[in-house]
């Protein structure tokens, strides 16, 4: 089980500051976005969604290490 | 080699921001242009009367965004020094979510820097304000 944090709206899907997902060690991100999509179809509404990994934007094809940090990054409105 | 982070002040702040003490780290006799850029919170948006705003980071890597596009700036336009502040929690009408100040020795790179800044920040910086109205609350730019 990996936890996966959530801000903004993706809090608000995920109905917490957390959600967890099973089996993600050694997936790529692109597998990532595919599982919780659905798990939470919610996603899928979003205008977009990134995945960031250890404090940096994640590509489709990094692959997921056990002891990542895992954040779910809808889209930012800062300013 | 000079330290990558030199004359760059970011700060992410639970606190009310202040113009004069960015205007006080980009200053320098060196410099005959100083820029500055505040973001405040206005009333209406889409027509909607808005009460407050609520603002959320994902604080290590909006500190590390916000340090990225500053570094870029004084990098690319030859800036002498950036400060770029920006608030989190709940903010009312008229109060102040960033401030950038820039500093160079001719204006044009400094109205330039200033701009990229903004601009930037709202693409990659992980920031998120929630509006809140009288009949409800939503967060920004999350939905098409």
């Known amino acids: 089980m990996m936890k996966i944090q959530c801000f903004g709206v993706a809090r608000d899907i995920a109905g917490g500051p957390y959600l967890t997902l099973d089996q993600l060690e050694g997936r790529s991100v692109a597998e990532l976005r595919q599982a919780l999509l659905r798990t939470y179809p919610a996603f899928g509404e979003l205008v977009s969604f990134a995945i960031a990994r250890n404090e940096e934007y994640a590509s489709d094809e990094e692959r997921i290490e056990a002891g990542d940090q895992l954040v779910i990054i809808p889209p930012v409105a800062g300013g | ?144």
């Open chain 2, 1 to 144: 080699m000079a330290d990558p982070n030199d004359h760059i002040d970011v700060q992410l702040s639970a606190t009310a921001l202040s113009l004069q003490v960015c205007r006080d780290f980009v200053v320098h006799p060196s410099c005959g242009g100083l820029c500055f850029f505040e973001g405040t919170i206005r009333d209406l948006n889409l027509g909607a009367t808005v009460t407050h705003l609520e603002f959320e980071a994902y604080a290590p890597m909006a500190v590390k965004e916000m340090t990225k596009i500053a570094v870029a700036a004084r990098n690319d336009f030859g800036l002498h020094a950036v400060a770029l502040h920006h608030r989190t929690g709940d903010l009312a009408i008229g109060e102040t979510a960033v401030i950038i100040a820039v500093s160079s020795v001719h204006r044009k790179p400094a109205f330039e820097g200033c701009e990229f800044i903004i601009d930037e920040l709202k693409k990659t910086v992980p920031i998120w304000k929630r509006e809140y109205r009288a009949d409800g609350s939503h967060w920004l730019n999350a939905h098409p």
